[in-house]
């Protein structure tokens, strides 16, 4: 379990996992995630997302969002989402 002061901790990058290789991303760009060759497990801060979240074109397993954490919030079907700034 987390302290307070963890939960307080921000940070400004996603980890992104794919087949056990690591990498870092910024957190509000938009992620591209293509995988030649088809889907493998992909984690985004821990986060699995699953082949059929993504689409195949040509071979290559692609995944796309603007927003992870927006685009979590409604793959977990985890109700509204109100924002205080829209930019």
Same mark, same amino acid.
């Given at each position: 379990m987390k302290t307070f002061s963890e939960l307080l901790v921000t940070n400004y990058y996603l980890t992104i996992e794919i087949d056990g290789n690591h990498s870092t991303h910024l957190l509000n760009d938009p992620?591209?995630?293509?995988?030649?060759g088809g889907y493998q497990l992909t984690l985004i801060d821990g986060f699995?997302?699953?082949?059929w979240q993504g689409e195949?074109?040509?071979?290559v397993w692609v995944f796309r969002c603007d927003n992870f954490y927006q685009w979590k *919030? *409604?793959?977990?079907?985890?109700?509204?989402?109100f924002y205080q700034n829209t930019n």
């Open positions: 992620i591209s995630i293509e995988i030649d699995e997302i699953k082949d195949v074109i040509d071979g *919030h *409604h793959a977990t079907d985890q109700g509204w989402l």
